[in-house]
């Protein structure tokens, strides 16, 4: 490995310009794609939803025991779109897509990117 590489890998990118109302887009900072994907964890014993946090790179309850029903044990799930209740539980992973064929199939994604397929503005001439 280079020194220049290693320079890279110190200098890691929060993306922090890819905003969580869209649900991937490239970072202008890193040129990397991003998708936004959301998380929370719920009580295993009882279902309830906790707030959740992101350490290092893990996905966990900000406390250790269950406000409902004192239980320890936790699930993770992924959300497939958040609202404004699970945003406070949530928490948001900026994730690195590296192959950008699979990824992009939610409509808002697919919305942004009629503005460059002209193609299917044809019906409306
Ligand atoms: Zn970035
Ligand atoms: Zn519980």
């Given at each position: 490995m280079f020194i220049t590489d290693l320079l890279k890998l110190n200098?890691?990118?929060?993306h922090e310009h890819?905003?969580?109302d869209?649900?991937?887009g490239y970072c202008p900072e890193c040129g990397k794609f991003i998708r936004n994907e959301w998380y929370i964890t719920r009580c295993s014993c009882c279902g309830?939803?906790?707030k959740s946090m992101n350490k290092n790179n893990a996905i966990?309850?900000?406390h250790h025991y269950c406000t409902n029903c004192g239980g320890e044990e936790y699930i993770v799930e992924k959300l497939d779109q958040i609202n404004f209740i699970d945003i406070n539980f949530a928490v948001l992973v900026k994730q690195v897509v590296e192959d950008k064929k699979t990824?992009?199939?939610t409509t808002r994604c697919w919305q942004e990117r009629t503005d460059v397929q002209p193609k299917l503005l044809v019906q409306y001439l």
């Open positions: 200098k890691k990118c929060n890819v905003t969580p869209r649900d991937c309830m939803k906790l966990i309850p900000q990824i992009c199939t």
